[in-house]
């Protein structure tokens, strides 16, 4: 069981999705051959929120990680120990940002015994200076191109544990910008590939800091595909491909600016929706689900595939039955919950994004309210990329208020204060 996990990559990067850049020859291949999850979303687009839901299938709020900053509680049920206690050995290699301290102590690792991570690598690493540290908390300079060094130890982790079941979490920066220069390191002579050419409909008509940025983000994903090839090949070539579960999914999108100052944390596409592909058996020959899904159906997915019992306290559900034409009772919407920008929520249908944000409550303080404002509205079967804000249209009113009970009843469900909700001060006409 292995996970393939990169930072920061929008849905629209892969092939599968529209690219038409190439960037991702290896993943569109793959998951022609396994399983695509077309609608695909994270729950929560900031870094560690989003994994804390993936390491435990819990909501940002249930876990208390519901922004960066907040270690993972040294007691909560990982995937590691779900799968620890079925006798696999567990590793972890890349970026973690669920910890309190660096290096991570032993106590924050999540349960996962094989260690070669650091808690925040963009600052203990820069493109062509990869550090982590291993499980005696020393450091270990790793050679190459960051993707490829962290890729490089993922094959050798993956050679040394061929014969026992190994659950091996792969997590990668990139594309992630590195922070202190504000900037995307490609690989040398990758970004000049992609400089000048396409670029999605939202950010060439908003801006931002694409124009600057979108190139060396471009040839950092090109590079992921290629070591993504990598390791496929390297499952072949050790014979384990076939009985191998491999998971490739990032734990947000990039807006470049365009919906606030930063780079996530904003309930729109380029924001929560990530691409997933699932490979092996189980996935196999699966091809594209139109379902919509969330990052926290993951874990359920991943013990279901090996055929572990899923807790009842995780708050996703296991795509295996999608996959085998069971779609009674799947939810029609995915709910996302947004801190540090905003302390807001959202909800995504097939054709509706509704969102709200709580005025009066502090993004960094408070995980969530008991008043909200409506404030986003978008139908995405004619506006996929978000560029016309409905909210407050007398002509969509019952619109909203459908969505709005949704919204509701999933707030409510998971644990948070039944809210009040209302509309956005002016209300706009028809036109």
Not at 39 to 58: D, E, I, K, V, Y
Not at 132 to 151: I, M, N
Not at 241 to 255: I, K, P
Request: some cysteine; aromatic content about 10%; overall charge negative.
């Amino acid at each position: 069981m292995i996970v393939f996990f990169t930072d920061q990559q929008r849905w629209d990067t892969i092939g599968l999705h529209g690219n038409p850049l190439d960037l991702t020859p290896n993943l569109d291949r793959a998951a022609k051959s396994g399983t695509h999850l077309f609608n695909s979303f994270t729950p929560q687009p900031l870094c560690g929120p989003a994994r804390s839901c993936l390491q435990t299938g819990l909501y940002a709020t249930t876990t208390g990680c519901y922004r960066n900053g907040i270690p993972l509680p040294r007691e909560a049920t990982t995937l590691a120990h779900n799968f620890r206690n079925a006798d696999y050995d567990t590793g972890y290699i890349g970026k973690w940002h669920l910890a309190g301290a660096e290096p991570v102590p032993e106590a924050e690792r999540g349960g996962y015994q094989y260690w070669l991570a650091s808690n925040v690598i963009e600052f203990t690493s820069e493109a062509y200076r990869t550090v982590v540290y291993d499980e005696d908390d020393e450091p270990v300079r790793l050679p190459g191109y960051r993707v490829d060094a962290l890729t490089d130890a993922a094959i050798r982790y993956v050679d040394s544990h061929q014969d026992r079941p190994f659950f091996l979490f792969l997590s990668l920066l990139e594309p992630h910008h590195q922070n202190q220069t504000d900037s995307y390191p490609a690989p040398a002579g990758y970004a000049e590939r992609y400089a000048g050419r396409w670029m999605p409909p939202d950010l060439a008509e908003l801006g931002g800091s694409a124009p600057e940025h979108l190139a060396g983000y471009c040839g950092q994903i090109k590079r992921i595909d290629e070591a993504f090839g990598r390791l496929l090949e390297a499952l072949e070539s050790l014979g384990l491909r076939e009985n191998t579960v491999f998971v490739f999914a990032s734990d947000h999108g990039n807006h470049f600016k365009t919906r606030n100052d930063e780079y996530k944390r904003s309930p729109h596409e380029s924001s929560i929706r990530v691409p997933i592909v699932l490979l092996g058996p189980g996935f196999e020959g699966a091809g594209r689900v139109e379902q919509l899904v969330s990052l926290l159906d993951l874990p359920p997915t991943l013990l279901d595939a090996a055929g572990l019992p899923v807790p009842d306290e995780m708050q996703g559900r296991s795509v295996l039955p999608l996959l085998e034409g069971e779609r009674e009772g799947w939810p029609e919407e995915v709910f996302v919950q947004i801190s540090e920008s905003q302390v807001g929520r959202a909800i995504r249908t097939r054709r509706w994004k509704y969102c709200v944000v709580a005025p009066e409550a502090d993004p960094k303080e408070d995980p969530f309210a008991e008043r909200y404002v409506e404030d986003g509205l978008y139908d995405l079967e004619s506006d996929p990329y978000e560029l016309h804000n409905l909210t407050g249209l007398r002509s969509h009113r019952d619109v909203a208020d459908t969505l709005k009970r949704h919204l509701i009843a999933r707030m409510v469900e998971i644990g948070e204060p039944n809210p009040i909700v209302e509309p956005p001060s002016s209300i706009a006409s028809t036109t």
